[in-house]
């Protein structure tokens, strides 16, 4: 039997709205613009270095041990300088120009339009994104997602990062909801479907790369302890059975769940 819920909380970045493929583009554009593109080399690889860098740098700002700016701006001299390529002091004009060319990028998640036109006045949905104010705005804005939702909750203003539980807390108070009566939607392990766990609130992890594993209308249940493909579930994870954890690969696979 299906589990009603009556609200749904989305991630953002890689949830909804492409990340990966909007920062590849818009970083290949601040390159451009700045005219440096082609003192850097091969762009794929140096944007697979920005990847793994720029998710080191947010792990350390969630863990507040360094500061907005040296992880705006830091980065971008970091990554020149890993590239073998340094250039000092551009940072500034790199992470300014990203910001602008970021929001305006507006590719969704495979799926994500489709399954929120189905969803849309079935439920009440509210974004949850760990980021920045004007960045995150900017691309729910720009992307045409903001008419779906509610409400967003962006950790900048609310001061306070998933997977703290203070972000749910204030998210649950907002709508006024039942821990019962949401289910988290999200593609981080770490902050999406831990911090809901945490809450009590059923989670939904959504993990694309497992595509090909698994047969189109598979959803997993989780248990403590399982892995597949590459991926572990066991990592400093505390499963309790106030809530419940499923897998999908594509983000249809919602309408089957909802
Ligand atoms: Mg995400």
New binding site residues.
């Given amino acids: 039997m299906k589990k009603k819920y009556s609200y749904l909380f989305f991630?953002?970045?890689?949830?909804l709205w492409d990340?990966d493929a909007n920062s590849y583009e818009a970083l290949k554009k601040v390159l451009e613009k700045l005219d440096i593109i082609k003192y850097v080399g091969n762009y794929s690889q140096l944007y697979s270095v920005y990847h793994s860098m720029n998710e080191q740098l947010w792990i350390q700002y969630r863990e507040n041990k360094i500061t907005k700016e040296e992880m705006r701006v830091g980065r971008f001299e970091m990554l020149l300088e890993a590239n073998g390529t340094p250039m000092k002091g551009i940072g500034e004009a790199m992470n300014e120009a990203y910001l602008k060319e970021m929001p305006l990028q507006s590719k969704l998640v495979d799926g994500a339009r489709e399954v929120l036109d189905y969803l849309q006045g079935k439920y009440c949905m509210a974004i949850i994104t760990n980021g920045f104010i004007e960045l995150q705005s900017g691309k729910i804005e720009e992307s045409g997602l903001k008419k779906y939702f509610e409400k967003v909750f962006i950790s900048e203003s609310i001061g306070t990062q998933k997977p703290d539980s203070l972000i749910f807390e204030h998210a649950i108070q907002s709508i006024n909801a039942s821990e019962d009566s949401i289910l988290m939607i999200?593609?981080?392990w770490e902050?999406?479907v831990k911090g809901a766990m945490k809450m009590g609130i059923d989670q939904i992890f959504y993990k694309p790369t497992l595509q090909g594993e698994f047969s189109e209308s598979k959803i997993i249940e989780f248990q403590p302890g399982m892995s597949f493909g590459s991926f572990e579930t066991n990592t400093g994870c505390h499963f309790d059975k106030k809530s419940s954890t499923r897998i999908i690969f594509h983000l249809k696979q919602l309408i089957e769940i909802l």
Avoid at 11 to 15: A, K, Q
């Fill in positions: 991630d953002l970045d890689n949830t990340y999200g593609d981080s902050t999406d």
